[in-house]
C-alpha cells in the first residue's frame, strides 16, 4: 500500500516536498513514479527514480524545478518541488512498478500495478 501526503496550497516560486510510503512492501525492488491530474486533463507523468541505479527522468515541464529521490530505509520516496507554479496545480499520485532490472524508468501509467490515493497541490498566483 502506497500513501502520499505532503499536498497543500502554496503561492507561485514556493516549495513543497511530497512523500510517499510504502507498507507491506520494500522499495528496494521497485521502481517509483509521481504522475500528477489537473482539472479536466488526463493523468500526466511527473517524474521516476529507478530503486538501483538511482536513474531520474523527469517530464520537461518540471525539468529543473522538481527533484525526486528516495530513501529505502525508510521505505518512502520524494518529490520535491520547487519555483512552483499555477499549472503546477494536480492530484499528484505516486506509483510503484516492481523491477528486476533495478535501472528501469517507466513513465507510463500502465507500466505501473500499485498506486497511492493521491494529494492535492494547490499554487496561486
Known amino acids: 500500500q502506497l500513501q502520499a501526503s505532503g499536498g497543500g496550497r502554496v503561492q507561485a516560486w514556493g516549495s513543497l516536498r511530497l512523500s510517499c510510503a510504502a507498507s507491506g512492501r520494500t522499495y528496494s525492488s521497485y521502481a517509483n513514479g509521481w504522475f500528477r491530474q489537473a482539472p479536466g486533463k488526463e493523468r500526466a507523468f511527473v517524474a521516476v527514480i529507478s530503486w538501483s541505479s538511482g536513474d531520474t527522468l523527469y517530464a520537461d515541464s518540471v525539468k529543473g524545478r522538481f527533484t525526486i529521490s528516495r530513501d529505502i530505509a525508510k521505505n518512502t520516496v520524494y518529490l520535491q518541488m520547487d519555483s512552483l507554479k499555477p499549472e503546477d496545480t494536480a492530484v499528484y499520485y505516486c506509483?510503484?512498478?516492481?523491477?528486476?532490472?533495478?535501472?528501469?524508468?517507466?513513465?507510463?501509467?500502465?507500466?505501473?500495478?500499485?498506486w497511492g490515493q493521491g494529494t492535492q497541490v494547490t499554487v496561486s498566483s
Open positions: 506509483a510503484a512498478e516492481l523491477d528486476p532490472t533495478g535501472r528501469a524508468t517507466p513513465a507510463l501509467q500502465s507500466e505501473y500495478n500499485y
